[in-house]
C-alpha cells in the first residue's frame, strides 16, 4: 500500500502548480504600463511632437533687419548730423518656403511613423518577456511539487531498504535526484530574479518591485482575415513614405535653389534742426542675390538629392518585400504553433500519461527499477512543460503577427520535437528556458541601415537573460 500511495502522489504531481505570489499580473495590465511609462516610447514621442513644432517656422519668413543711427556727422566742427533709420526683410523665390515646410511636415510624419514602430518593438518584447517569466513562474511551481514527492520517495526507498525490499543504491538514486532538482530550482530563481529586472525595467520601476502571480488565458483561436495586417497600415512603411515624399521635395528646393532670393530694403533719414538746408528724406531698394556658383553648388546639391530620392524608393522597396516576407512567415508559424499544441493535447500527453500508468503498476509490482519510472516521471514532467511552451508559442505567433515588424526578434520556447523517455534528466532544460530561440534583436530606428535583412536564429535579442 504504501508503494502504491507513492507513485500515485508523484503522478498527481506533475500537474503545473504556481508558487503563490503576492498579486495577479496579466499581460493586458503589464503592456499597458509599459506603454504609458516605457521610456524608448516616451522618448520617441517627445521627439515626434518637437519636430511637429517645426513645421511652422521653417516655412516662415526670416526675420526682418531693422536698424538706427546718425548720419552726416562731420569730424571737427558741423552744422549738425541726419538720424537714419533702415529695415531690410528678405523674400525667397515663391515656393522656397512652402517647400521648406513640406519637408519638415514630412519629417514629422516619418517620426510620428517610428514612433509607432519603436512601440510596436517594446510591446513584442515586453510579450515575450512575461511569457518567459510566466514559463519560470510555473517551472519554479512545478520543481517544489516534486520536490515535495522526492521527499516522500526518499523515506519510502529508505523503509524498504531497511526492510531489504530494495537495495542502497535505489536509496542513493533518490537523493542525487533531490539534489539534481535543488540545483534546477536554484537556476530557476537566479533566471526569475533577471525577468523580474528586465519586466520592471520595460514598465519604468525599480528592478526588484514584485511581479506578482503572472495570469494568463490561452485562446486557440486564430485571426480573422480582417484581423491580419494591412501593409499599407504598417508603420514602418509609412515611415519611409513620408521619407521618400520627403526626398522628393528636397529634389524640388535644390531646383528652386537655381532661382534668385531677394531683400527689400527700406531707408529714412532725419536731418537735426541747424542743418538748414537739410531735409528728412526716405528710399527704397530691391536687392537680388545671384547664383554664380551653379555648378560647384547648385548643381552638386541637385545631384545629391536625386540620388537621395533613389536611395529612398530601393529602400522603401526593400522593406516591402521584407514586411511581404515576414507576414507569410509569421502566418506559418501561428500554423505551426498550433499543430503543436494540438499534437501534444491529442497524441503525446495521453500516450504519455498511459506509459507513466503501465510504469506506475509495474514498478508497483516490482518488476521495474526505480531508474526507469523516474525516467518515465521526468519525461512526463518535460512533456508538461513542452505543452505549455507550445501553448505560448501560438500567442507569441498571434504577437508577431498583429504587431507585424520587419526584423521582429523571434522567441520560441517549445523544442522541435517531444522528449523522450529516459532521454533527459531533471535538471538541464526540462525546467528551465534551454529551448528558447531569440533571433537578433529589434530593428533600429527606420531608415537606418540595418546589419542583417532578417532575423536571425541565434543570439541577440532577450537570448542572454
Not at 84 to 95: C, M, N
Amino acid at each position: 500500500m504504501r508503494i502504491i500511495w507513492f507513485a500515485g502522489s508523484i503522478c498527481a504531481a506533475l500537474m503545473l502548480v504556481s508558487p503563490a505570489y503576492a498579486e495577479s499580473l496579466t499581460l493586458e495590465e503589464y503592456l499597458s504600463q509599459v506603454r504609458q511609462a516605457n521610456p524608448s516610447i516616451q522618448s520617441a514621442q517627445f521627439r515626434a511632437k518637437a519636430l511637429e513644432s517645426r513645421v511652422d517656422p521653417a516655412g516662415a519668413l526670416d526675420d526682418p533687419f531693422i536698424a538706427m543711427g546718425v548720419d552726416e556727422v562731420a569730424f571737427g566742427s558741423g552744422p549738425g548730423y541726419a538720424r537714419r533709420y533702415q529695415v531690410s526683410q528678405a523674400i525667397p523665390f515663391p515656393g522656397k518656403l512652402s517647400t521648406k515646410s513640406a519637408i519638415a511636415e514630412d519629417r514629422a510624419n516619418s517620426a510620428n511613423s517610428d514612433a509607432e514602430t519603436l512601440k510596436r518593438e517594446v510591446t513584442v518584447l515586453a510579450t515575450q518577456a512575461f511569457f518567459r517569466a510566466y514559463y519560470n513562474q510555473k517551472s519554479l511551481g512545478l520543481n517544489g511539487r516534486l520536490q515535495e514527492i522526492l521527499k516522500g520517495t526518499i523515506a519510502s526507498t529508505k523503509s524498504r531498504y531497511e526492510t531489504g525490499e530494495e537495495g542502497h543504491h535505489d536509496l542513493l538514486l533518490a537523493k542525487i535526484e533531490l539534489s539534481e532538482l535543488d540545483v534546477d530550482r536554484l537556476r530557476l530563481q537566479r533566471e526569475e530574479k533577471t525577468l523580474q529586472a528586465v519586466l520592471n525595467e520595460l514598465r519604468e520601476k525599480p528592478a526588484e518591485t514584485p511581479l506578482g502571480d503572472l495570469s494568463v488565458v490561452f485562446s486557440n483561436k486564430g485571426l480573422a482575415e480582417s484581423d491580419l495586417p494591412l501593409l499599407e497600415n504598417q508603420p514602418e512603411l509609412k515611415s519611409l513614405d513620408a521619407f521618400v515624399t520627403q526626398a522628393e521635395k528636397e529634389e524640388k528646393l535644390a531646383e528652386l535653389a537655381y532661382y534668385p532670393d531677394f531683400v527689400i530694403q527700406g531707408m529714412a533719414m532725419d536731418p537735426s534742426s541747424n542743418m538748414m538746408d537739410a531735409r528728412s528724406n526716405w528710399g527704397i531698394m530691391v536687392g537680388v542675390n545671384i547664383p554664380l556658383y551653379t555648378v560647384q553648388k547648385q548643381s552638386k546639391l541637385l545631384n545629391a538629392t536625386i540620388q537621395d530620392k533613389k536611395a529612398a524608393i530601393e529602400e522603401r522597396r526593400s522593406l516591402e518585400n521584407r514586411l511581404n516576407t515576414e507576414l507569410v512567415t509569421a502566418k506559418e508559424q501561428l500554423k505551426t504553433a498550433k499543430d503543436v499544441v494540438e499534437l501534444y493535447k491529442s497524441t503525446v500527453m495521453p500516450t504519455t500519461n498511459l506509459a507513466v500508468g503501465n510504469a506506475k503498476a509495474s514498478y508497483a509490482a516490482g518488476s521495474l527499477p526505480l531508474t526507469e519510472y523516474l525516467d518515465t516521471l521526468k519525461t512526463q514532467r518535460t512533456q508538461e512543460l513542452e505543452y505549455l511552451a507550445a501553448q505560448i508559442d501560438i500567442e507569441l505567433a498571434r504577437t508577431r503577427l498583429k504587431e507585424l515588424l520587419s526584423a521582429p526578434p523571434v522567441l520560441r520556447l517549445a523544442p522541435a520535437k517531444p522528449s523522450l523517455f529516459g532521454g533527459r534528466g531533471m535538471s538541464g532544460g526540462g525546467m528551465g528556458s534551454d529551448t528558447v530561440n531569440m533571433g537578433g534583436g529589434m530593428s533600429g530606428p527606420t531608415r537606418k541601415p540595418k546589419t542583417s535583412s532578417g532575423p536571425s536564429e541565434s543570439g541577440g535579442g532577450m537570448g542572454g537573460m
